[in-house]
């Protein structure tokens, strides 16, 4: 039996309001609401409340055989119930299928475990905390944010109990190997290691309304065509995109939909496949091998490293500034600084700053909320400058 094993990553950050010099000392509220507000309604219009409906309808209509997994920052739950709470109560209807798993992360999406060790503990624990409160799950599946991995993360992961880790399945590290098997952290004993088939996942994600791409139109039959001539050849293909792939990415006018929509019907048409969480995957296969995968990757931008948020003088420094004040912040106990300081870790903020070209850059361009990853530094530093003064006070 091979496992045809979706993950989607549902994330929304807490963007930065224009903040100038002259605010420092003033001004002690951040966040663009109005921004955040407008793109949340927008992509839940767009993607998370239509493609809910029709993943809760995918799971009725095949009696429970289609199976999903999710893995939703904190601070997009936040936002969810700040700006559009019936989104939240369709994930929360999506949990009460039983067929869709509950991953977790770091709550605020963060680069914690590049910077402390003891703030990447905590945050995963306030996100187990949330998905056990908002969804009824205490999660055995762990991602970290970006699909960020090496040894360390995974040794840092089975030490806290969890049974499997999700990571992307570079070319560099796999070598000869296939992303379609189950692995083993190379540190680990007991923990399972899930690969992302990045090509097929990117199929769907990136590819699927390019018209000069040579497998134009991409068809539920054909991509279904493609995962069956897996079998024999691997255990689970493991499929890994951004939730709004469907209807943001992807437009509606594209076909997205109905594509998911009949993707089911073909998968299943051989009965040698079935749909299975994450967690069902780990349960059922045993590891292949043990991966050795001594320095980070991730599953951004061609290099698949973390150059998205650390490949310049800019990143690095707001990096090393934010996460200087964490003994200061805990210090305080001020729940409400604790969690602003905690914000202002998200991985986002960093991933605005990138100065890279060609194909990356336009990706990092078109999510880019600044008229240059300058402006995002110098934003951040301004922001993060008042917040210096405050704790000082």
Known sequence: MVNLCFYFQVHQPNRLKKYSYFQIGRDHFYEDDEKNGAIMKKVAQKCYLPTNRLMLSLIERYNGA??????????????????????LDTFKALADTGCVEFIDETY??????????DEFVRQVQLHAELMKQEFGQTPTTFRNTELIYNNDVALAVEKMGYKTILAEGADHILDWRSPNFM?????CNKLKLLLKNYKLSDDIAFRFSNKGWESYPLTAEKFANWVHAINGAGETVNLFMDYETFGEHQWEDSGIFNFMEHLPDWILKNPDFRFATPAE???SLSPVAKLNVPD?????DVERDLSAWRGN???DDALAAVFSLEERVLETKNEDLIRTWRSLQTSDHFYYMCTKWFA???????????????????????VLADFETTLDR
């Open 66 to 87: 289609f199976r999903i997994s999710y893995s939703i920052s904190g601070v997009c739950i936040d936002q969810m119930k700040k700006f559009s709470p019936e989104t």
């Open 108 to 117: 605020n999406h963060s680069l914690a475990f590049l910077f402390s060790k």
């Open 183 to 187: 692995y083993q952290p190379q540190t």
């Open 281 to 283: 995957v780990s349960a």
């Open 296 to 300: 980070y990757i991730s599953w951004a």
């Open 313 to 315: 003088h800019l990143q």
């Open 360 to 382: 990356d850059g336009d990706v990092h361009k078109y999510f880019n909320p600044y008229s240059s990853p300058y402006d995002a530094y110098i934003n951040y530093q301004n």
